[in-house]
């Protein structure tokens, strides 16, 4: 870019330009991701408002819940939760205690694929729900930009989780991250943002993990150990929310948010919704 080119961007209104080379400065500033790291590589400083966030990852459980811990932990008091298709049941107890209010959180099964992609558009379109969080196996760039629009259109963060095979896919989404499991915390490789490619992943700690990272198995008689539990969670009922068959302890790669239970009566404290 010339000389002259230069001097005259540098004299238009902060914002009015983006500049490839360097982060947007949206006009409203981004939610805060409870992450210092991943804030400074945000443009706005934070997860952008009213948009669609893509979070890629090989396989559901490593941790992807705990990034958004923050947001779910600060939405607004009046609004719902919306979590629509979670391929496990949320867990309920480890939620509570990570201060996530439970009265507030919608759990959605939609019945097939296009249900869903209408059940999400629906939350958003409500004005109800303060963040959506959304599970989608398969979507094209028109579904994908319909729900975008979507989420502008309603002012509420879209939070689309899809397999990482989807980065190679075109996508609207405003941010996209690639997320992947690393020893005591979360790999985060910016996909896409308003901004320069990203130099190396984020590593990322989240807070309270359990020392693997990922839900312990069950004792033969459904009960966790103690010593087995996740160092925030409380002590589980004699009676588990979410009991286990005694033949099939949890995948290991769960992560402590989530419970792999078949398909499921809703949780206790949580408003379930069956398409």
């Known amino acids: 870019m010339s000389a002259t080119a230069l001097a005259t961007l540098a004299t238009l209104p902060p914002g009015l330009v983006w500049q490839a080379d360097r982060l947007a400065r949206p006009a409203e500033a981004g939610v805060p991701t409870g992450f210092a790291a991943l804030d400074a590589q945000l443009p706005g400083g934070g997860w952008p408002r009213g948009a669609l966030i893509e979070l890629l990852a090989e396989t559901p459980g490593i941790g992807e819940l705990g990034l958004l811990l ?48 209408w059940t999400i558009r629906q939350a958003l379109a409500s004005g109800g729900c303060g963040v959506v969080l959304a599970w989608l196996a398969r979507a094209d760039t028109a579904a994908l930009r319909r729900l975008q629009l979507a989420a502008e259109d309603s002012a509420t963060p879209l939070f689309l989780f899809r397999p990482a095979a989807a980065a190679i896919q075109p996508s609207p989404a405003s941010l996209r991250l690639r997320l992947a499991p690393a020893p005591d915390a979360l790999t985060i490789d910016i996909l ?13 700690t989240i807070p309270d993990r359990p020392a693997a990272g990922f839900l312990p198995s069950r004792r033969p008689d459904s009960r966790m150990a103690a010593a087995d539990r996740a160092p925030w969670a409380p002590a589980p009922p004699s009676r588990p929310i979410h009991p286990t068959p005694p033949s099939r302890a ?9 419970c792999a239970d078949p398909p499921r009566p809703a949780a206790a404290g949580i408003h379930a919704r069956r398409g």
Request: aromatic share 4%; hydrophobic share 55%; no cysteine.
């Open 70 to 117: 923050p947001i779910l932990q600060t939405a607004a008091a009046e609004r719902w939760i919306a979590w629509i298709a979670p391929p496990h049941l949320p867990y309920a107890p480890a939620l509570a205690a990570a201060g996530v209010p439970l009265e507030r959180l919608l759990l959605l099964t939609p019945a097939d694929h296009a249900e869903t992609l």
């Open 250 to 258: 949890l995948d290991p790669t769960d992560d402590a948010l989530v």
């Open 192 to 204: 896409k943002r308003r901004g320069p490619a990203l130099a190396a992943p984020i590593p990322l």
